[in-house]
């Protein structure tokens, strides 16, 4: 196999981690005449660094094959540590499902290839905007994508994850998914906290009390946005970014999208409100959204999203983060306002 830099391409990586990764692919591909090429990143995502390059191998016509990869690796430090082999698997089991996600490659668990974990996977055409709902489109077209998102969504709660075997990867909380994600990002924000936060122990106590029990388990994204999602010609092309994937109550990326601090992405004023979500939602997927669960689910994402911001800014004051995240005056009153109104 050889390298970026022997067929003339440039490559703004460092030497160590080009030179890790070719060998890395050399040994996975058995070795076969194969060159990397236009290996570049594509810049520092909040939990991960990426990379893309092409494969090009001979093909039985003698032409060249070219594969369109990702390199998807841990950085130093981000909002939150989530695990590669739980990913792939997740990745890996989803591709015998109609869900439009992307097809994994190879697996660096423990970063002895690479110097750090992650893994590759193929790279999907199409582009992608966070703001694309409330972005310069005509209207009718920025709500057909937001039913489309609702639809992709509703799709996501629909796998038979105990088919595709993703029991034996995801431990399934059953009726106490509410606490049992409750407990995991309390010990988030106990682990990384280097200040008291007193709203977000007023959330914590106030949502114990009432945490609902979940009636039935799905697979959750847990970060499912605009931002994940690839789109060509304004179709859903593929939906990224599983890191943080689990099983759960699907009133969890339900309260994630209709949260006040994400409705920019996913609400439009007057035309797409939250109600109007959870109403196709409940078409599509052929469930009863319970109102008063799904505002428990809401303040939790609300709380959730204060909690990543202080992994982010304990990871910028140790160096391993260039983004100085911390939960702001805006994100701590939004939460305080989003519990006073549930009582």
């Not at 489309?148 to 629909?158: I, K, S, T, Y």
């Not at 988030?188 to 200040?195: G, S």
């Not at 006040?260 to 078409?283: C, F, K, V």
Request: charged content about 25%; glycine content about 8%; proline content about 6%.
């Amino acid at each position: 196999m050889s390298t970026a830099q022997e067929t003339g391409t440039g490559t703004t990586a460092t030497p160590d981690f080009a030179q890790r990764l070719y060998a890395w692919i050399a040994a996975e591909t058995g070795g076969r005449d194969a060159t990397l090429v236009n290996l570049r990143p594509v810049g520092l995502g909040r939990s991960r660094e990426n990379w893309v390059f092409d494969l090009v191998s001979p093909g039985a016509d003698g032409t060249d094959q070219i594969e369109p990869l990702i390199v998807r690796t841990d950085p130093d430090g981000g909002l939150v540590d989530t695990d590669r082999s739980t990913e792939f698997a997740v990745l890996r089991a989803l591709e015998h499902s109609t869900l439009p996600t992307p097809a994994v490659r190879w697996l660096d668990a423990t970063g002895e290839h690479i110097g750090r974990p992650g893994l590759v996977m193929r790279r999907a055409s199409g582009v992608c905007d966070y703001r694309i709902v409330n972005g310069p489109l005509p209207l009718d077209v920025r709500i057909d994508l937001a039913r489309q998102f609702c639809d992709l969504l509703a799709q996501v709660h629909g796998v038979d994850w105990a088919d595709l075997g993703l029991g034996a990867v995801l431990a399934d909380p059953g009726p106490e998914a509410a606490r049992f994600e409750l407990d995991r990002w309390e010990q988030v924000l106990r682990t990384d906290q280097l200040e008291a936060y007193p709203e977000l122990d007023l959330a914590l106590l106030e949502l114990r009390d009432w945490a609902p029990r979940t009636s039935r388990t799905v697979l959750v994204h847990a970060d499912f946005k605009p931002g994940n999602i690839l789109l060509e010609d304004n179709r859903v092309a593929c939906l990224l970014d599983w890191e943080l994937a689990h099983l759960g109550d699907p009133l969890e990326d339900v309260g994630w999208v209709t949260q006040p601090l994400r409705t920019r992405e996913h609400l439009i004023a007057g035309a797409w409100e939250a109600d109007d979500l959870i109403a196709r939602y409940e078409q599509v997927s052929g469930t009863h959204v319970d109102r008063l669960a799904l505002q428990w689910w809401q303040i939790f994402s609300t709380l959730k999203t204060a909690i990543m911001q202080v992994s982010g800014l304990r990871a910028f004051l140790e160096g391993r983060s260039d983004e100085p995240y911390r939960p702001n005056r805006r994100v701590l009153s939004t939460l305080l306002d989003a519990l006073s109104g549930s009582n």
